[in-house]
């Protein structure tokens, strides 16, 4: 039986709608879309998706309201990992108070930071995913599980943001410090964000297909971008100067010694910072029960040592109510080897490991013969000893006992920080160099004879520095560990800096993020008139290709096809021929 004639134009006409399918799929590198597909909407075949008809919206209603919360969660999460990464100068005092909270050492602000770059990374693949698709021409469709993700980084990013700005107040100050060197190249990154963002503003900016919603498109973006060419002009960084005018690198006093290194407050500890070049010591100074001043941080015994072996029912008990010779059988050291208390430590020699494992609670006295003998400045916090202490009220003048009689250090090497009975100390031991805690009227610290100041890193101000300095006084900043924040104290004009990290600041050779205001002035303008060029070029580009290259398939039900797609027009015109 014969095949009628209607039954073969049917079957060629099918044949046609096949090899065309086929055609246009092995052309429109159909693997990567639907990679970008797949990831963002986990729609993986062709006839799940639908492209963006011109002068329609990208998304349905419900995905025009859900983008924003992707960019909000991409602008949070992009937030959140500059501020804690930014906050790493801190991160063993955030432990150390962890473990005051907790009762256990752990790295907890690693974690954080883990957790941080994760979600940032996360958000942002959903995002380049968006903007690719955009480019293409794709309708948006963000999964429901990409959906709850969303939601979550939202919620946890802006949480952790709430709770730092509440609990740790201080590292808001310490954000806008690194503004100071950190924002030339944070407006070159913005800069350059905004070019990649050109590609699909243009392009459904110049399909749209009335006026007002091609500036609803392209207002805020130009808005925005205006916005980063001008900030410049606001800026501020005491890194970028006149070459000459820079001052001498600030001295490095060891905090604790170099507890990066080394058990904190230990002879060793001590010994790694006159090792690496630093200028001074710094350490705490309390008393025991029997009136021996030694050196310890904390209220008790706990984390810097093994008492939990040698006294366990005791382990709560203030370090000050134990005598020297129960001190003495304790070990200052294995726990720095089993909790590794700073993040990017390193290995320590196995003859580094032998001495650690042999430290114990260093005196006061023998603290300051260290010093004599390497002529190093000291400067100490002294505490006052509990209610009930034998030498509550004595601990001032025991103190200057070790400092003027048992030890003989140098008076002009001690900075004497404490202020409650600064004039008897000045009577009784004229030649300290008398240091006060906190910032105040110049006629005041000159009335006291203040020769410096200490101040928390936070309160860096180039302007009060140069003041100060003035009047002779001059002004030291801890904890300084970040070569960034060293950078800027450098810069600001401090004299010298508290460190956990004399050994990796010492190599510093200049300040990082240093140029001069013409070098500055000039890669902004670079940038600015590189990225408004490469930004007009693809405007240009996607105007010149939706007027020369876009038509219209005869088929209702066929979406409208652009760009190199109608390369193939006339091979389909001629299929018909090829079937016959």
Partial sequence: ??????????????????????????????????????????????????????????????????????????????????????????????????????GFWFLWSLVILIVAAVLFAYTSLLLVLAMCLLAEGQQLYLHWSHKIGTFLVLGFTISSL????????????????????????????????????????????????????????????????????????????????????LGPKPALIGHRGAPMLAPENTEMSFLKTIEHGGDGLETDVTISYDGVPFLMHDDTLRRTTNIHEVYPNETGKAASLFSWDSLQKLNAGTWFLKNKPFLGMGSLSKADQNQAMNQSIYTLSGFLRLADSHNKLVIFDLYRPPERHPYRNLWIRKILDVILKESKIKRHLVLWLHNSVRSFVQSVAPGFQHTMGRKAPIEDLLKHNIVKLNLVYTEMSSEDIRKYAEANITTNFYVVNEPWLYSLAWCSGAHSVTTNAVHLLKDLSQPLFLMTPRQYNIMWILTDLTSAFLISLIFALHWWREKNFSCCVQDSNTMIENGTYNKFKTELNDMPAVLA
Wanted: glycine share 6%.
């Fill in 1 to 102: 039986m014969e095949a009628s004639p209607t039954s073969l134009k049917r079957l060629k006409f099918g044949k046609l709608k096949v090899v065309r399918r086929r055609l246009l799929q092995r052309y429109e590198h159909q693997p990567f879309i639907s990679c970008l597909a797949g990831f963002y909407s986990c729609r993986w075949r062709r006839y799940q998706r639908e492209r963006t008809e011109p002068g329609k919206c990208c998304c349905n209603m419900r995905e025009c309201m859900f983008f924003p919360l992707l960019v909000a969660a991409f602008c949070f999460s992009l937030v959140f990992l500059y501020t804690w990464g930014e906050g790493k100068n801190d991160y063993n005092g955030f432990d150390w108070y962890n473990y005051g909270n907790l």
């Fill in 162 to 245: 709430f709770a730092l700005s509440i609990l740790w107040r201080d590292h808001r100050k310490t954000v806008r410090l690194s503004f100071q060197v950190t924002a030339p190249y944070l407006h070159i990154g913005a800069i350059a964000i905004m070019v990649l963002l050109s590609w699909p503003v243009a392009l459904h900016a110049i399909r749209a297909d009335k006026k007002v919603i091609q500036v609803v498109i392209v207002g805020p973006y130009l808005a925005i971008l205006l916005f980063l060419f001008l900030i410049p002009l606001g800026m501020y960084s005491p890194c970028i100067r006149e070459k000459g005018t």
